[in-house]
Nanobody, 125 residues
Framework: VQLQASGGGLVQAGGSLRLSCAAS????????LGWFRQAPGKGREFVAAIRWSDSATKYSESVKGRFAISGDKAKTTIYVQMNSLKFEDTAVYYC???????????????????WGQGTQVTVSS
């Protein structure tokens, strides 16, 4: 499975960005697509995920109400609309594909076997 993320960039605090992630190859190998991020000097942090089988979504508390994840299963593409961006949202954003059997596991790094290359999001204060 190959994952191609795009849409990162530089934006002022309070602004918006939309990230996209296109998945190709072996669609039967995964049914959950998600976004993680990693800021300099910090560990990888879950952002949001969507599961195709039941359209379940999950968000981290830090982005809930500001970010919205959506997907186009026919195109095996997911998006995350990021609004009201804050300086602390600055990070490299990674999309990932895997299989989360429960809603509770949708934010587990180990639920995802495939990872994209990351796209930089920089929010200026």
């Amino acid at each position: 499975v190959q994952l191609q993320a795009s849409g990162g960039g530089l934006v002022q605090a309070g602004g918006s960005l939309r990230l996209s992630c296109a998945a190709s190859g072996r669609p039967e190998s995964h049914d959950t697509l998600g976004w993680f991020r990693q800021a300099p000097g910090k560990g990888r942090e879950f952002v949001a995920a969507i599961r195709w089988s039941d359209s379940a979504t999950k968000y981290s508390e830090s982005v809930k109400g500001r970010f919205a994840i959506s997907g186009d299963k026919a195109k095996t593409t997911i998006y995350v609309q990021m609004n009201s961006l804050k300086f602390e949202d600055t990070a490299v954003y990674y999309c990932a594909a895997g299989r989360a059997y429960t809603t509770g596991s949708m934010d587990w790094v180990r639920a995802y076997q495939y990872w994209g290359q990351g796209t930089q999001v920089t929010v200026s204060s």
